[in-house]
């Protein structure tokens, strides 16, 4: 697993997303005292596209905070990290946020180029803070590996 290679390094993302609300992002930047990633409001114009010149509409509200992590390290201790660090020292503020959202969501996206099967699992704790916060969780695993 130790290698130069930037093609054999795993890209780990893991996302605290707030969808659908009638308030400015900010004021979630605020109350967390997190810089997001991406936030973008119901109505407003962006550009999608490799040449970013494809106009969409943004059919609902968003906030997100990203960590992005490359590294062939097991992604259940980034896990573990980004909920000490990040969701569990602020749990009453998000779940005040929460009542004002449609949705919470906990994202986990994972480009994986060492082998096959990445799989990991939630503590029993962390599934009783999502279900507490009512966040859905959403998994995107991409196993690119190629044995050669």
Not at 69 to 80: E, L, M, P, Q, R
């Amino acid at each position: 697993m130790g290698t130069n290679d930037e093609s054999e390094i795993n890209q780990n993302h893991l996302i605290f997303r707030f969808l659908d609300f009638d308030f400015d992002p900010d004021l979630i930047t605020q109350k967390l005292l997190l810089q997001p990633f991406s936030t973008g409001q119901k109505g407003e114009e962006y550009f999608i596209g490799p040449q970013k010149d494809i106009p969409r509409i943004r059919d609902c509200s968003h906030w997100d905070f990203e960590w992005k992590i490359k590294t062939n390290d097991f992604i259940g201790d980034f896990i573990d990290k980004f909920f000490k660090e990040i969701i569990v020292p602020r749990l009453e503020s998000i779940k005040e946020i929460g009542l004002n959202c449609q949705a919470i969501r906990f994202i986990i996206v994972q480009y994986y180029y060492t082998g096959y099967n990445p799989g990991y699992r939630f503590e029993k704790e962390q599934i009783k803070i999502l279900a507490d916060l009512n966040a859905e969780i959403d998994m995107d695993i991409y196993c690119l590996y190629e044995d050669g």
